[in-house]
């Protein structure tokens, strides 16, 4: 198992930017492909954004399309989901995770390692 904590949460108005991190511990973070998953007051964890072991394949939400960017340093062994142009429906609990699994056939069960979580909240 790989231990995650993330930071970079925070309040911030509609249209703002936010960069969270996580940094990884335990394993060997090159073996784990990433990925940043929300849960938003209410609902069920969607799966937001995912990046390849070396960063070379990424994928997004629609929802997010075209605003969010995930990138990884394997050399820090962190893990980063820049997020710009933010709206309140982006307001959610957002956890990074990590899985060992071909990132073509990663969904939201694929990861096995799971971090605690940082709360954004983007108000109008």
């Known amino acids: 198992q790989v231990q995650l904590v993330e930071s970079g949460g925070g309040l911030v108005q509609a249209g703002a930017s936010l960069r969270l991190s996580c940094a990884a511990s335990?394993?060997?973070?090159?073996?784990?492909?990433m990925g940043w998953i929300r849960q938003a007051p209410g609902k069920e964890r969607a799966l937001t954004a995912v990046?390849?072991?070396?960063?070379?394949?990424?994928y997004y939400a629609e929802s997010v399309k075209g605003r969010f960017t995930i990138s990884r340093s394997n050399a820090k062994n962190e893990v980063y989901l820049q997020m710009d142009s933010l709206k309140p429906e982006d307001t959610a609990v957002y956890y990074c995770?990590?899985?060992?699994?071909?990132?073509?056939?990663?969904?939201?069960?694929?990861?096995?390692?799971w971090g605690q979580g940082t709360q954004v909240i983007v108000s109008t």
């Open positions: 995770a990590a899985g060992r699994v071909p990132f073509g056939s990663a969904n939201i069960n694929s990861f096995s390692s």
């Open positions: 335990g394993r060997t973070f090159s073996d784990y492909i």
């Open positions: 990046i390849s072991r070396y960063g070379s394949n990424t």
